[in-house]
């Protein structure tokens, strides 16, 4: 059964107005939340494969992962992850040809794509992650098809975590 990780990237730093939004940092908090969210993948199965937007604040994020746990795979920076609606993100996973498959990018589009993939889902944490998808949270999503035919409600959330579960 496919498994699809959906990671926020971790918060951000607002504090140079001049830098553009793609070039924004993490914030200290965010650097802890990244390490502790790296931590926690150490107890779980890792993804095969990692696709991460091109932000800075992504790719910090990736970074801390991996400095936490070393072996997970190298990211592959996917540019049309920054900015993703549901649609475009949809679409991209559908290209998936591995067994777990992680994305790490932004908001809004990644809480649409794991609201919309797990609608008529009751999994852990199902109620607390449509309520808010906050920074550096992690949904653990589960389905029974190939990724080229995922779609709206064909799949179930396993779990939804966030550094504060922690």
């Not at 390490?35 to 890792?46: R, S």
Request: hydrophobic share 40%; with cysteine.
């Amino acid at each position: 059964m496919p498994e699809l990780y959906l990671l926020r990237h971790a918060k951000s730093d607002w504090g140079d107005h001049r830098l553009a939004d793609i070039d924004r940092p993490l914030s200290p908090r965010g650097v802890k939340a990244a390490a502790q969210m790296g931590a926690f993948l150490q107890d779980i199965a890792p993804p095969d494969l990692i696709w991460a937007s091109n932000a800075v604040r992504v790719q910090q994020t990736v970074s801390g992962l991996r400095k936490a746990f070393p072996e997970l795979p190298a990211p592959v920076t996917v540019p049309s992850i920054y900015g993703a609606s549901y649609a475009g993100l949809l679409d991209l996973v559908r290209q998936a040809r591995c067994d777990r498959l992680m994305l790490v990018g932004h908001n809004p589009g990644m809480e649409e794509l794991a609201t919309r993939l797990t609608r008529g889902s009751n999994g852990p944490g199902r109620s607390v992650m449509v309520r808010k998808y906050p920074t550096a949270a992690l949904a653990e999503i589960l389905f029974d098809c190939q990724w080229s035919e995922l779609d709206t409600g064909m799949a179930e959330l396993k779990r939804f975590t966030r550094p504060k579960d922690l």
